[in-house]
Nanobody
Framework: VQLQASGGGLVQAGGSLRLSCVIP????????MGWYRQAPGKERELVAR???????NYADSVKGRFTISRTSAKNMVYLQMNSLKPDDTAVYYC?????????????????WGQGTRSPVSS
């Protein structure tokens, strides 16, 4: 089962983008939805995640600039990215999981999207 992400594209520094992701209902019970990213030459990292109850968690590098949200039906998750910087250039991956994984321990979500590329020009 693959999630469907969209909304990426080239944007200038200081601009905004909104990423969207459809989570197939066939997955079943989902507790956490979120976004990871992988910049060129770097490891994949957590950007933000949200639980079905609305609790959120952000990477320090995006706090105050990015906002994660999801529909009340919980089958779509969004990432509003404002004040974008060249360092935000990456492929962004949406994901979903039935638990709140321990990211620091290396837990990764069970379900992933195909990635959407979002380059930020200076």
């Amino acid at each position: 089962v693959q999630l469907q992400a969209s909304g990426g594209g080239l944007v200038q520094a200081g601009g905004s983008l909104r990423l969207s992701c459809v989570i197939p209902r066939s997955i079943g019970s989902i507790y956490t939805m979120g976004w990871y990213r992988q910049a060129p030459g770097k490891e994949r990292e957590l950007v933000a995640r949200i639980t079905s109850g609305g609790s959120t968690n952000y990477a320090d590098s995006v706090k105050g600039r990015f906002t994660i949200s999801r529909t009340s039906a919980k089958n779509m998750v969004y990432l509003q990215m404002n004040s974008l910087k060249p360092d935000d250039t990456a492929v962004y991956y949406c994901n979903a999981d039935s638990i709140w994984g321990d990211v620091e321990a290396g837990d990764e979500p069970e379900y992933w999207g195909q990635g959407t590329r979002s380059p930020v020009s200076s």
